[in-house]
Nanobody, 115 residues
Framework: QVQLVESGGGLVQPGGSLRLSCAAS????????MHWYRQAPGKQRDLVATITSGASTNYADSVKDRFTISRDNAKNTVYLEMNSLKPEDTAVYYC?????????WGQGTQVTVSS
């Protein structure tokens, strides 16, 4: 069992930055592939960024060159650094941990980009 707790969301102006954190507990964090998803009101949940156990990363085209995913296995934490934020980045952001058939979700953190 893995428990995931996201933090770091909030209200930011267009062009601003935020760093989301996802703290994991309960299992061997380093073996999991970690993902950040987001869901805007009335829309499906979309994959934003992925980091594997070997620290390989992948990004959705919409956030490439603006967002950076990273992990600190010593702290059991994955991060999402978000720069040059746009109003269309407004969503609830969810952390996900996946390994074999194990699949865990956090409760989400709201990010609102507005002037």
């Amino acid at each position: 069992q893995v428990q995931l707790v996201e933090s770091g969301g909030g209200l930011v102006q267009p062009g601003g930055s935020l760093r989301l954190s996802c703290a994991a507990s309960g299992s061997i964090f380093s073996i999991y592939t970690m993902h950040w998803y987001r869901q805007a009101p009335g829309k499906q949940r979309d994959l934003v960024a992925t980091i594997t156990s070997g620290a390989s990363t992948n990004y959705a085209d919409s956030v490439k060159d603006r967002f950076t995913i990273s992990r600190d296995n010593a702290k059991n934490t994955v991060y999402l650094e978000m720069n040059s934020l746009k109003p269309e980045d407004t969503a609830v952001y969810y952390c996900n941990a996946r390994w074999k058939f194990y699949d865990y979700w956090g409760q989400g953190t709201q990010v609102t980009v507005s002037s």
